[in-house]
């Protein structure tokens, strides 16, 4: 990757919390719980997985960084929302938390030398990534979540529509 290619990246990587907060700004705050079925997931649990998986980043991120060519946990995103009850969750607290995760990894590595992009670590899931893949992972994290919550809007905004129209 060019190095204006991968800054391009790193400053959307550091720009995800001002972007969440401007799609939830969009949501109204009573459709937060709001489930389309039970298995998917409600802007409310959305909010607090992206600050779990957040959690996880920000020790991947060390591991490329102190430790290359380690290994690093998987997890199963759905078994943590259910065991971890995530609807019962702050999603404000999870907000703050991402919101000082990302701030952290992104003053970590915004300034790094170029041979430290090349470092490894090694996934279960995906096998062997490089620290640009991680950066792609989690740059491309909080745009896909986002698209998510506004599909959810949709649907609830649809639903009571239609509710609305009896």
């Known amino acids: 990757m ?3 290619g991968r800054n391009r990246i790193l400053e959307s990587y ?7 907060i401007a799609a939830l700004e969009e ?26 998986s957040e959690a996880n980043s920000f020790i991947r991120c060390r591991r490329f960084l102190a430790e290359p060519g380690s290994e690093v946990m998987a997890y199963d995103q759905d078994k943590w929302a259910t065991a971890l009850r995530y609807h019962e969750q702050s ?15 992104y003053n970590l590595i915004k300034d790094l030398p170029e041979s430290v992009w090349s470092n490894t670590i090694e996934h279960p899931e995906n096998g062997t990534m490089t620290f ?10 909080i745009p896909g979540h986002v698209a998510q919550m506004r599909r959810n809007h949709e649907e609830w905004r649809m639903q009571n529509e239609e509710v609305d129209s009896r």
């Open 91 to 105: 999603p404000d607290d999870a907000l703050a938390l991402f919101r000082l995760l990302r701030l952290t990894s």
């Open 14 to 20: 550091g720009s995800a919390y001002e972007q969440l």
């Open 27 to 52: 949501l109204p705050r009573e459709m937060w719980t709001f489930k389309s079925s039970p298995e998917r997931w409600s802007v409310h649990e959305i909010i607090v997985h992206i600050a779990d």
């Open 2 to 4: 060019t190095t204006d």
């Open 132 to 141: 640009d893949d991680w950066l792609h992972t989690y740059e491309r994290h």
